[in-house]
């Protein structure tokens, strides 16, 4: 699996820029207040990831410093789940989408390998 580093500009709220690390399947995208993956829909990688975007993965190697997701109770799109650090960065791992945890498989203080799944998530 290669990677390679790119540059994005942010398209809304305020324009502030951001940076990405592609990868098979899309590109993880960081921006003020959290990080996304952005699916390259041609790719098949990124249909077999979108089919199971149930689960939040860890966009790089990062050390967990919070962990807000609890196993059992709702959550709406946007809320927080986990906060990682790296690079002497916070990046904040929202819900995709509405529904409810399922599985919380990171704690506090751990260190996670990039594309580890971090919490999944079940619809409501």
Same mark, same amino acid.
Do not use: H
């Given at each position: 699996?290669?990677?390679?580093?790119?540059?994005?500009?942010?398209?809304?709220?305020?324009?502030? /820029?951001? /940076?990405?690390?592609?990868?098979?399947? /899309?590109?993880?995208?960081?921006?003020?207040?959290?990080?996304?993956?952005?699916?390259?829909?041609?790719?098949?990688?990124?249909?077999?990831?979108?089919?199971?975007?149930?689960? @939040?993965?860890?966009?790089?190697?990062?050390?967990?410093?919070?962990?807000?997701?609890?196993?059992?109770?709702? @959550?709406?799109?946007?809320?927080?789940?986990?906060?990682?650090?790296?690079?002497?960065?916070?990046?904040?791992?929202?819900?995709?989408?509405?529904?409810?945890?399922?599985?919380?498989?990171?704690?506090?203080?751990?260190?996670?390998?990039l594309g580890?799944?971090?919490?999944?998530?079940?619809?409501?």
């Amino acid at each position: 699996d290669v990677l390679r580093a790119v540059e994005v500009e942010q398209e809304v709220g305020d324009g502030i /820029g951001g /940076g990405g690390i592609e990868r098979a399947g /899309g590109t993880w995208v960081g921006f003020p207040g959290g990080s996304r993956f952005i699916a390259d829909p041609s790719s098949p990688q990124s249909r077999s990831a979108v089919a199971s975007s149930d689960a @939040v993965l860890a966009p790089m190697t990062a050390k967990v410093i919070q962990v807000r997701a609890v196993e059992g109770s709702a @959550v709406t799109e946007g809320d927080l789940l986990v906060v990682l650090e790296a690079m002497k960065m916070e990046y904040r791992l929202t819900a995709p989408r509405t529904g409810s945890v399922a599985k919380v498989s990171c704690k506090e203080g751990e260190l996670v390998d990039l594309g580890r799944v971090l919490v999944e998530l079940v619809k409501l």
